[in-house]
């Protein structure tokens, strides 16, 4: 199987080359538009094909293609790929509007080729483990989800509206989106703006943007601020008689029969692995293996889109 990795910065070196790399049956090939870099990277896990152009790796012979280039080439290179038939990989956000997604599922399904989607957060392990119903796929109510809240905040970096909402706020927001079919209208939104202005487009700068919306007897909520005391992520979760809290993807507390229980991953879980980027990878080359993706992932990815979309016109309009 031969892939090609699109766009070698800061997530790709940090998160998914260590991984990928490491898994066998995948024959790499490198593409960036800076030479340094490709050089440095190639030698470093010993890629011997690369390429600094996207487009010539049309005759690369290539299986698949992963893009963890800029948001605002996404669509550009994803549209190319996908027109010569090659199933793809994008780093969140697909695109930073809702429309040129749509459009691109649209290619996708003409030419019956899946959109794999890079949220890592469906993916933690912890959470796999002890959070059930994360897929809305139960019918037990002691197992349903009663309450899912997903915080994800940040010191000092209040940023601008669309940014903001789609390339770090869509994180919490899919998580939540366990069942994918949330009307938009039906999301309550709240938001909060810095007094001063961004100067390329005179708009005010948000900080604070906090979503919920009930669903199957559920509440869900994402929230974030850009000008908390700390960079955190928190996650509570609550079902009938049982609650859970994790202020980190490693460990947690979970709270059954009026008992408190400290609940972990295992020791020598690796970083990558307990962030759910192992298993990502994993279904990633079974999605590539099988030319499929159930449409389940399909169509949540398109949806956490179109609600990124709705909630930033919803914050813009106050």
Known sequence: MRIALIGLGDIAVKAHLPVLTQMNGVEWVFCTRQPQQ??????????????????ELANARLDAVMIHAATQVHIEIAQFFLQ??????????????YADCERLHELAASKQLPIFMGFNRRYIPLYQTHLTGMRGDTDDMSEALRGLRWEKHRHAL?????????????????????Y???KPEDVQVNVQFENTHEKASGL?????????????????????NRLHGITSETVSAQYHNRSYRFDSMTEGVCWQANQEQRVKLPDWTPMLASKGFHAMAAHWL??????QQAQYYTDRNLHTHLLAEHVLNRALKG
Request: with cysteine.
């Open 180 to 182: 994918a079919n949330v």
């Open 286 to 291: 079974e999605v590539v293996s099988t030319g």
């Open 158 to 178: 209040p940023g601008e509206a669309r940014t903001f909402v789609f390339d770090d706020f869509i994180h919490p927001l899919d998580s939540i989106n366990v």
């Open 84 to 97: 010569l038939g090659l199933p793809i990989f994008v780093d969140k956000p697909l695109a930073d509007n």
């Open 38 to 55: 490709l050089a440095q990277l190639a030698a470093q896990y010993r890629i011997t094909e690369c390429y600094t152009d996207y487009r």
């Open 204 to 224: 005010p700068r948000m900080t604070r943007l906090d979503v919920q919306w009930q669903q199957r007897n559920g509440l869900f909520q994402a929230s974030m």
